[in-house]
């Protein structure tokens, strides 16, 4: 997958959203917030990015002055981000929060991700038909794998561990995949993320993008086939932030 093809087409269609906002529609999933926070969360996260990819060095999240127009400063924000994920190779060391991938790259997926998911949250707000912004069943895959090996230890570190009491494999029905955690091997530990060939104690079944937006608290975990109350005690617990 070209990670940094897909964040271009996303920031595309989160523009094209933000243009649409008048900035004070709540945003359902997220609590408090409403699209003018949404808009402006998103630009400055991608301007801290590239500041970190550009440097080299972790940075302090930036604190910016928005414009009046919101969707045309995120549009800047976009750009400058792009700019700098292809000015620097992917390969080059450049730190992230999560300590795992300590490349450049790692942001080319990051912000992908983020830009997906915060555009799920935008087209919920303003009320469109999920048809509208359906996330690819690969792309999906791709932000499951991206949950359990950054997010999980990430969650864990925040002393918000997920809750995985036995081995729990997720199944991506469509796309054939799958992924099997199992409990942490120590306090203070996060689940492991197991070789998918392991037998399971308990399975969770459902498309990618249902599992993916399940796993970030963007649909409810009831789009999800459980066999047991272990598989649903993880969905509803903390996955992400």
């Known amino acids: 997958m070209d990670h940094l093809l897909e964040l271009g087409s996303g920031?595309?269609?989160?523009?094209?959203?933000?243009?649409?906002?008048?900035g004070d529609e709540p945003v359902p999933s997220c609590p408090d917030w409403t699209t003018?926070?949404?808009?402006?969360?998103?630009g400055t996260i991608h301007r801290w990015a590239g500041a970190i990819v550009l440097s080299g060095q972790r940075q302090d999240m930036p604190k910016p002055i928005f414009g009046e127009d919101l969707a045309e400063w995120y549009a800047g924000t976009a750009?400058?981000?792009l700019a700098a994920l292809q000015a620097v190779d992917a390969h080059e060391p450049t730190p992230n929060f999560s300590l795992i991938d300590e490349t450049a790259g790692f942001f080319h997926r990051r912000q992908m991700h983020e830009v997906i998911v915060?555009?799920?949250?935008?087209?919920?707000a303003l009320?469109?038909?999920?048809?509208?912004?359906?996330?690819?069943p690969l792309t999906a895959?791709?932000?499951?794998?991206?949950?359990?090996?950054?997010?999980f230890p990430r969650?864990?570190?925040?002393?918000k561990r997920p809750n995985v009491q036995s081995r729990i494999?997720?199944?991506?029905?469509?796309t054939g995949q799958s992924w099997l955690m199992g409990p942490a091997e120590g306090d203070g530990l996060p689940p492991v993320l197991l070789h998918s060939s392991f037998d399971a104690d308990t399975t969770v079944e459902g498309k990618a993008a249902d599992l993916y937006l399940a796993l970030w608290h963007r649909v409810p975990a009831d789009r999800l086939t459980f066999d047991n109350e272990d598989g649903r005690a993880l969905f509803d617990g903390h996955t992400t932030p």
């Open 155 to 159: 969650m864990t570190a925040r002393g």
């Open 127 to 136: 009320g469109v038909p999920e048809d509208e912004w359906r996330i690819a």
């Open 141 to 151: 895959a791709d932000g499951v794998e991206e949950v359990l090996r950054v997010f």
């Open 169 to 174: 494999r997720l199944t991506a029905v469509d």
């Open 118 to 124: 915060h555009t799920a949250d935008a087209a919920q």
């Open 11 to 22: 920031m595309a269609r989160f523009t094209e959203l933000a243009s649409r906002a008048t």
């Open 36 to 42: 003018r926070d949404l808009i402006q969360h998103l």
């Open 79 to 81: 750009a400058a981000l």
